[in-house]
């Protein structure tokens, strides 16, 4: 009668599997508290802003130093006029998310990647080309959402059709992606370009100095 060597009995590979399924389970909770961590807003790892990071200008530029392009917080530039609360922020932010599944706007576009790519990808939608600038992109982006079926950038290609959305699920949307353009998505998408956003420069007139009066000549 053979003896089974100690390696191949079925006893040792029985509590392998028990502590490998074990230890895997424990580093799995780990990794799911650790990540958490990274993709709640105003997490402290920066990649994920708070909601009231709304109240500012969100750039996408080239890091030399990663080679890709990143998002950049600039100087406060609030959503239609008014500086939100975090309350505040938040709270439109999550309407527009919801708009957006209510909508089941992934049926045809994506986020962060995720959906169908039959439409783009939302991500940097607030920092589109197509809206024009940034002095008109707000209103652009309300009109175009409450009805896109009579828009230039709209009137080729894939058409996007009338959602019936209402101005105020409008103004959360456009809330929603902007919050979302100042995710650090380690430059995702690629090869993006973003809307110039740069101000414009302010005419300054430097008035002329007066001739000076010429002396008048002496009487003989």
Not at 26 to 36: A, E, K, P
Not at 58 to 87: C, H, S, W
Request: glycine share 6%; aromatic share 10%; hydrophobic share 40%.
């Amino acid at each position: 009668m053979s003896q089974t060597a100690w390696w191949a009995s079925e006893s040792l590979w029985r509590k392998s599997a028990i502590w490998v399924t074990g230890v895997s389970f424990i580093f799995l909770i780990f990794l799911t508290f650790d990540t958490v961590d990274h993709i709640t807003a105003g997490s402290k790892s920066g990649r994920v802003k708070a909601y009231s990071v709304i109240n500012n200008r969100i750039d996408y530029v080239f890091d030399a130093k990663r080679n890709m392009q990143v998002p950049v917080i600039g100087p406060v530039e609030p959503l239609f006029g008014k500086v939100l609360t975090e309350e505040e922020a938040e709270a439109l932010v999550s309407k527009g998310k919801l708009t957006t599944q209510s909508k089941n706007c992934m049926n045809c576009h994506t986020l962060l990647g995720n959906g169908s790519y039959y439409a783009p990808d939302l991500t940097k939608s607030w920092l589109d080309q197509s809206w024009g600038s940034k002095e008109t992109r707000e209103k652009s982006m309300v009109e175009f959402l409450m009805d896109p079926t009579d828009k230039l950038h709209n009137s080729l290609g894939r058409k996007m059709p009338n959602l019936g959305i209402t101005e105020e699920e409008a103004k959360a949307t456009v809330a929603f992606l902007k919050w979302m353009s100042s995710i650090d998505t380690n430059g995702f998408p690629a090869n993006f370009k973003p809307l110039d956003q740069s101000d414009a420069p302010v005419a300054t007139v430097t008035a002329e100095p007066a001739p000076k009066a010429s002396a008048a000549p002496a009487q003989q």
